[in-house]
């Protein structure tokens, strides 16, 4: 009997739902060794998770679509799909997608309900989708694990959800997040063609991470400072978007166009794993200015690598970036401005900064959160 393990998010390179599948799924395996298996819907093109390829897997042959549809069909009808994991103890599923299992206990991962909150950011059908199927998976899964006490709180609110069902679990930056050495830095810094000074902000470029606002923030930075700040009016300073097209970006690059800026903001992409700590540790400055997050990964990030960080005031922000970060609100381009230009006005400030957040981002790990998922399995098992 194996613990199955639904890394989907992880195979299909979904963003922070697919680093939260990898990274806990690592930290389990390397914690509980012969107790898992992994489980994922298999389209052409994907591959097995690098170093994970001795787990038991067992897959199921569609696309992310049709899976999500059949998942639903299945929640409805009460058609139970116990056949695709006859060797199933409990299954967890990391992502907003529970198949209907009647005799397998599930866990459930809950990362936001940000559908709700920001209804306009999302597509037309995935919000009509989470908006009927949620409630639904919500009350079917054996127990709920919530990534932040915010998201603790919307489910109760939203749903009902008595208290006791719902397990907060912090998420936590990857250990290969921590200061690099110069050479690394040299080396990402080329193959990026990057400044020497830099603010980096990183996420899936949607209208929910507020990209927007920061580049008028960023126009207001330069203008308003540029007379009396020669850092600002040397042309050295850039900001820097790492993160792929998300959906609905068309109004971001309208107004990145009509800002004229379009020469002193650098957009890389999606840019690969092993080049972030690098990237962040080669910033002076990580911003992150999103209206909503369920916990907010790259904050802690960021501090782990030694970058100060100035962030949203607004939903799980707070709880995940602690006293070390300085913070603004997400509605304010100014003073998201005034935030940046404190803070890279004051060397001084840096330094307490990157201290307060080395020990902001120690108070977080995988190894814990192994063990306290671990935990969870364990009183789901023992509770049927």
Not at 31 to 54: I, S
Not at 140 to 145: E, F, G, K, P
Request: glycine share 8%; net charge positive.
């Amino acid at each position: 009997m194996s613990i199955y393990l639904d890394v989907s998010a992880a195979v299909h390179l979904r963003a922070g739902l697919g680093r939260y599948a990898q990274s806990l799924a690592r930290a389990l395996v390397a914690a509980y060794p012969g107790r898992f298996a992994l489980f994922y819907n298999r389209e052409r093109g994907v591959k097995p998770l690098a170093g994970l390829e001795h787990l038991p897997t067992r897959t199921v042959t569609l696309s992310y679509k049709p899976w999500r549809m059949l998942i639903w069909l299945g929640q409805l009808t009460r058609v139970g799909f116990d056949r695709y994991l006859p060797d199933a103890e409990l299954f967890h599923a990391m992502e907003h997608l529970l198949p209907p299992l009647r005799d397998v206990p599930t866990v459930l991962t809950v990362h936001d309900l940000i559908f709700r909150h920001l209804p306009a950011y999302h597509k037309s059908l995935n919000r009509w989708y989470l908006k009927l199927t949620m409630p639904l998976y919500c009350r079917r899964a054996t127990h709920i694990i919530a990534v932040s006490r915010h998201t603790r709180c919307d489910l109760m609110s939203a749903y009902g959800l008595p208290s006791d069902r719902i397990t907060v679990i912090h998420e936590a930056p990857d250990p290969h997040f921590r200061p690099q050495p110069v050479e690394e830095i040299r080396r990402v810094r080329g193959k990026y063609t990057l400044p020497e000074h830099f603010i980096l902000s990183l996420g899936t470029i949607e209208p929910r991470k507020n990209y927007g606002r920061l580049i008028e923030a960023f126009s207001w930075l330069k203008h308003e400072h540029q007379s009396a700040n020669r850092w600002l009016n040397t042309g050295g300073w850039k900001l820097v978007i790492c993160g792929g097209k998300g959906w609905l970006y068309q109004s971001f690059f309208r107004r990145l166009e009509e800002s004229g800026l379009g020469r002193e903001v650098i957009l890389l992409g999606r840019v690969p794993d092993e080049d972030l700590p690098a990237l962040y540790s080669a910033a002076t400055l990580f911003v992150f200015p999103s209206l909503y997050e369920g916990f907010g990964l790259p904050v802690l990030e960021a501090m782990a690598c030694g970058t100060p960080v100035a962030c949203s005031r607004s939903s799980s922000l707070p709880e995940v970036g602690g006293t070390a970060a300085r913070y603004f609100s997400p509605h304010s381009a100014e003073g998201m401005g005034r935030i940046m230009y404190e803070v890279l006005r004051d060397e001084a400030l840096q330094a307490e900064m990157r201290k307060r957040g080395f020990e902001q981002a120690e108070r977080f790990s995988w190894q814990r959160m192994a063990e306290e998922t671990m935990a969870v399995y364990r009183a789901v098992i023992q509770g049927q």
